[in-house]
T-cell receptor
Framework: DAMVIQNPRYQVTQFGKPVTLSCSQT?????MYWYQQKSSQAPKLLFH???????NEADTPDNFQSRRPNTSFCFLDIRSPGLGDAAMYLC?????????????FGPGTRLTVT | QKEVEQNSGPLSVPEGAIASLNCTYS??????FFWYRQYSGKSPELIMF????GDKEDGRFTAQLNKASQYVSLLIRDSQPSDSATYLC????????????FGKGTMLLVSP
């Protein structure tokens, strides 16, 4: 089945220790998104790739970076995690960016910072 | 005014009843509207999307859109305990590349 896969599902890192989260998709969608979701809050868009074109949200901290080496894979790098970065990180994809294209989410990675 | 507003709930309904979830949005130019279901600790799952004014039905779910009043709703008929979850409303604003803006979600509790 075509799907969005995230690894690992659970990640524990130490304060200040870099961490990388992975997302892959078999849907062959052009757009990949990274969201951060904290408890009882709405998912917050961090950035997205339209093909190889990177689009950062204005309020995404510099501590967060992303890479998309090919259509199928996208990575979220957190350079120096703080306690406030503990959250669920969601990867999503859509075929195109315009109106009328729905987004599909992966299972998420729960990040704990100790 | 928040961009996408939902009552946080919880909305409690008995099994078999109709659950009605509401969402209002601020950008009058928005054109695409989505409902996601999110179980505790899980990722959002797309349930319905609607682009035109009126009703759209899919099984037990009906999405209703009223662009003039800037609201979108989700009706769940014959509610089941397995429907207990948080329902997120998401809107694509009428911007250049149309990313999604989510509401905080409404928690639905269906009691047996």
């Amino acid at each position: 089945d075509a799907m969005v896969i995230q690894n690992p599902r659970y990640q524990v890192t130490q304060f200040g220790k870099p961490v990388t989260l992975s997302c892959s998709q078999t849907l062959n969608h052009n757009v990949m998104y990274w969201y951060q979701q904290k408890s009882s809050q709405a998912p917050k868009l961090l950035f997205h790739y339209y093909d190889k074109d990177f689009n950062n949200e204005a309020d995404t901290p510099d501590n967060f970076q992303s890479r998309r080496p090919n259509t199928s894979f996208c990575f979220l790098d957190i350079r120096s995690p703080g306690l406030g970065d503990a959250a669920m990180y969601l990867c999503a994809t859509s075929r195109e960016r315009g109106q009328g294209y729905e987004q599909y989410f992966g299972p998420g990675t729960r990040l704990t910072v100790t | 005014q928040k961009e996408v507003e939902q009552n946080s709930g919880p909305l409690s309904v008995p099994e078999g009843a109709i659950a009605s979830l509401n969402c209002t949005y601020s950008d009058r130019g928005s054109q695409s509207f989505f409902w996601y279901r999110q179980y505790s600790g899980k990722s959002p799952e797309l349930i319905m999307f609607i682009y035109s004014n009126g009703d759209k039905e899919d099984g037990r779910f009906t999405a209703q859109l009223n662009k003039a009043s800037q609201y979108v709703s989700l009706l769940i008929r014959d509610s089941q305990p397995s429907d207990s979850a948080t329902y997120l409303c998401a809107v694509k604003k009428n911007s250049g590349y149309s990313t999604l803006t989510f509401g905080k979600g409404t928690m639905l509790l269906v009691s047996p």
